[in-house]
């Protein structure tokens, strides 16, 4: 099993910044594409960012493309989401997850694990 814990949700201010991060552990890291979903209350999970194992290939959904980066370092096994300029319809719970041995996906159905999910509130 691959566990993944994310981490450095919170409270911000529209126009605000926040980074959050996604520790794996339990399997090889590189062995994983990773993605950053979200979820807000009464809609369906969505795709915020992907990247490639070696961290060569980024994909961004169009709503976040520009104020987003999502990173990897695969010594500390952990993937990072960066968020500027962020707006208040950016309120959601943040899930990464990790899918094995395959590229980049924007369908929450290509991934294997998921972690528990980190809450993201912007007040306007």
């Known amino acids: 099993q691959l566990q993944l814990v994310e981490s450095g949700g919170g409270l911000v201010q529209a126009g605000g910044s926040l980074t959050l991060s996604c520790a794996a552990s339990g399997r090889t890291f590189t062995n994983y594409a990773m993605g950053w979903f979200r979820q807000a209350p009464g809609k369906e999970r969505e795709f915020v960012a992907a990247i490639r194992r070696t961290g060569s290939f980024t994909n961004y959904a169009d709503s976040v493309k520009g104020r987003f980066t999502i990173s990897r370092d695969n010594a500390k096994n952990t993937v990072y989401l960066q968020m500027n300029s962020l707006k208040p319809e950016d309120t959601a719970v943040y899930y990464c997850?990790?899918?094995?041995?395959?590229?980049?996906?924007?369908?929450?159905?290509?991934?294997?694990?998921w972690g528990q999910g980190t809450q993201v509130t912007v007040s306007s």
């Open positions: 997850a990790a899918r094995f041995l395959g590229g980049i996906s924007r369908s929450k159905d290509d991934y294997n694990y």
